[in-house]
C-alpha cells in the first residue's frame, strides 16, 4: 500500500508550544511542525533540490558548503544561483551532518533531510529544537517511484505546495508515459552505458544494470544480466558482449579518452567503436539522482536508438523544456559547458560532436 495512504496523516492541533500540525516523514516518525512553514533548511544528498521543484527557494534560509561551493553537475544550482549566497548550515556530502550551532541560528521552521534513519534524525530534532522531516529518493530504479511521489507529495503539503507538487508528479509520470509509449512494439538495439559514477570517477568498466534510462526506453541493456545496480566489469567482458551502442557518462569522458589512448587498439575492437556509435550523456548522478538531467538523458537516447519514434525531437530543446518546467530556468547550455552535451564522441580526436 503506498505511503501515502497511511502515513501522510495531518493530525490538527492547537498545543501550549505554538505547533499546530503534526506530520507523518518517509520514515514513519510523527512530527510536529507549525501551522505555516515559512523558513526552511535541507540537508543531505538531494533534498534541496525537491525543494526547487516546488518552487519554494525564497523559504530557503540556509544551504550546505556542499551546495554553496560544489554546484558542478547540479541543474537546480545553476537555475538558482542566488541560493549559493545563503548563509551555511554546515560542510554537506555523503554522511555529513549539519551544523547544530548554525541551525540554531539560523532557527528555520523545519529542517527537511535525506538519507538518515530515525535515530539520527530525532538526535538532530532533538539538539536543535528544530523539527526535522525526513525525505526519500526511493529505489530510482525507474522514473515511476512512488516513495520520490510520497515525498514531492509530503513536501507540498508543508509548504503550502500543494498543487505543485501535483504537477511536478504528474509531469515525470507523463514523460514516463511518452517514452514507454514511443518503444512499444519494437525491438531495441543492445546498449551500454559506462563512466558511471560510484563513489567517485571511474572509466568506461564501471556500467550499471537496470540503468534508469535504458529501463524507461525498453533498452536491451546488456550489463542486466549482472544483475541490479552499480557493476564494475573487465573490459573483456565488455568485448564478449559487444554492445551495438555505447553511451558515456561525460563526467568520466576524460578517463575514457584518456585510456582509449592507452589502449586504442582495444576500443577499435568494439563494433560501436568502429561504427562511430559512442555517444556522450549528461551526468545526473550528482549529490543523488537529477530528475531532470535523467530525464532528459532518456530523450537523448531514444532519439539515437529509435530515430523515427524520436523524429519530433530535439533533444537539446527538450532537455530545456524539462529544466524549465522543474527548475524555471533552461540551463542546458551551462550543464554542456561543464560536460560537453548530447553528441557523438570522436574518440581519436576527443571531442563530442553535438547535434550527431
Do not use: C
Not at 41 to 54: F, T
Not at 95 to 116: H, Q, R, S, W
Not at 204 to 222: C, D, G, K
Request: a negative charge; glycine letters at 8%.
Amino acid at each position: 500500500m503506498r505511503f501515502k495512504r497511511f502515513l501522510l496523516v495531518f493530525l490538527i492541533f492547537v498545543s501550549l508550544s505554538g505547533f499546530s500540525e503534526v506530520v507523518m516523514d518517509l520514515l514513519g516518525r510523527e512530527v510536529e511542525i507549525p501551522s505555516k512553514v515559512e523558513r526552511i533548511v535541507a540537508a543531505g544528498p538531494g533534498a534541496l533540490r525537491l525543494i526547487v521543484y516546488l518552487n519554494a527557494t525564497d523559504m530557503v534560509v540556509g544551504v550546505e558548503d556542499f551546495e554553496r561551493l560544489r554546484p558542478l553537475g547540479r541543474p537546480y544550482i545553476l537555475a538558482h544561483p542566488e541560493l549559493k549566497e545563503l548563509p551555511r548550515i554546515g560542510p554537506g556530502g555523503p554522511g555529513k551532518l549539519p551544523d547544530m550551532e548554525a541551525l540554531v541560528v539560523l532557527n528555520p521552521d523545519v529542517l527537511f533531510m535525506t538519507y538518515v534513519d530515525v535515530k539520527t534524525a530525532q538526535d538532530v530534532q532533538e539538539k536543535t529544537g528544530i523539527p526535522v522531516i525526513v525525505l526519500s529518493y526511493g529505489d530510482l530504479g525507474t522514473f515511476d517511484d512512488e516513495e520520490l511521489f510520497d515525498s514531492i507529495e509530503l513536501l507540498g503539503k508543508i509548504l503550502g505546495k500543494e498543487e505543485r507538487a501535483r504537477e511536478v508528479i504528474e509531469f515525470i509520470k507523463q514523460i514516463q508515459e511518452d517514452l514507454s509509449r514511443r518503444t512499444e512494439n519494437i525491438e531495441s538495439p543492445t546498449v551500454y552505458v559506462g563512466g558511471i559514477g560510484y563513489r567517485g570517477v571511474h572509466g568506461i568498466e564501471s556500467t550499471m544494470a537496470h540503468y534508469p534510462p535504458f529501463v524507461a526506453l525498453r533498452a536491451r541493456n546488456v550489463v542486466d544480466e549482472l544483475g541490479e545496480g552499480h557493476k564494475f566489469i573487465d573490459l573483456e567482458k565488455l568485448l564478449e558482449w559487444n554492445p551495438e551502442y555505447i553511451f558515456i557518462d561525460e563526467n568520466a569522458l576524460s578517463m575514457v579518452l584518456e585510456d582509449y589512448r592507452k589502449r586504442g587498439e582495444f576500443y577499435e575492437l568494439l563494433d560501436a567503436v568502429k561504427e562511430k556509435r559512442v555517444f556522450g550523456i549528461l551526468p545526473y548522478n550528482y549529490y543523488t539522482t537529477n530528475i531532470g538531467t535523467a530525464l532528459a538523458d532518456a530523450y537523448f537516447i531514444g532519439k539515437i536508438l529509435y530515430p523515427k519514434r524520436f523524429e519530433d525531437i530535439d533533444p537539446e530543446k527538450k532537455a530545456n523544456e524539462i529544466y524549465e518546467f522543474l527548475l524555471g530556468k533552461a540551463v542546458y547550455e551551462e550543464m554542456a559547458k561543464q560536460f560537453g552535451g548530447f553528441g557523438r564522441i570522436d574518440l581519436s580526436s576527443g571531442k563530442i560532436l553535438r547535434g550527431e
